[in-house]
């Protein structure tokens, strides 16, 4: 046993970089499967869980006009009974609410692809894998923005390039805030 993991084979390994022996020590099978089946796990969780964001922001947007306006008002009128009661002097508005919502929405999204994709900068090889991996949830997110513009299209309610950047935005925010998380992380990790 070798802290509490059991290893198959052992050998020592000559590294011609530095000229020495080092003890290497060779994962067994299961633990191999062991790591993959994480690795799946991780994946699996990531693409549920975006698959459950995205379908909530696409499924809103197929929502005909009408029946999304009433719904911003319901969320409005609950959201400014909670200033009033917090004594806080804003006047909400039906089009502030609606952009509030595409923010959070993509925020979600962004938080949820960020959770993913960053904690791989750490590990990237070299620069170049690490532009790509950070930038991959901010490209994934425009697309998805664009496509729900595209549905408003066909639903009647319209498409606004202006959201496309707002839900862009919130994308933007919602991976930045998984960055700072994971930052935290990995610096109380270090510090334990």
């Known amino acids: 046993m070798h802290g509490g993991v059991l290893f198959s084979e052992f050998r020592l390994q000559f590294q011609p970089c530095c000229g020495i022996i080092t003890p290497s020590v060779i994962p067994s099978e299961t633990q191999t499967i062991t790591i993959l089946s994480e690795k799946y796990m991780k994946l699996r969780t990531f693409l549920i869980l975006l698959a459950a964001v995205v379908l909530f922001i696409w499924g809103h947007s197929l929502v005909p006009l009408t029946s999304s306006a009433e719904e911003s008002m319901s969320v409005m009128k609950i959201l400014q009974s909670v200033l009033d009661f ?20 993509y925020a979600a999204a962004g938080a949820v692809i960020g959770a993913y994709s960053y904690p791989h900068i750490f590990t990237a090889p070299d620069l170049r894998e690490k532009i790509e991996t950070g930038a991959l949830p901010l490209v994934f997110g425009f697309f998805i923005g664009f496509i729900d513009e595209t549905i408003q299209i066909f639903s009647g309610r319209g498409s606004a390039i202006e959201d496309v950047w707002l839900d862009f935005a919130g994308l933007s ?20």
């Open 86 to 105: 917090l004594n806080i002097p804003v006047t909400l508005t039906d089009h502030f609410v609606r952009k509030l919502a595409h923010f959070i929405e």
């Open 173 to 192: 925010f919602g991976a930045a805030l998984s960055f700072g998380v994971i930052l935290l992380l990995r610096r109380r990790q270090r510090r334990n």
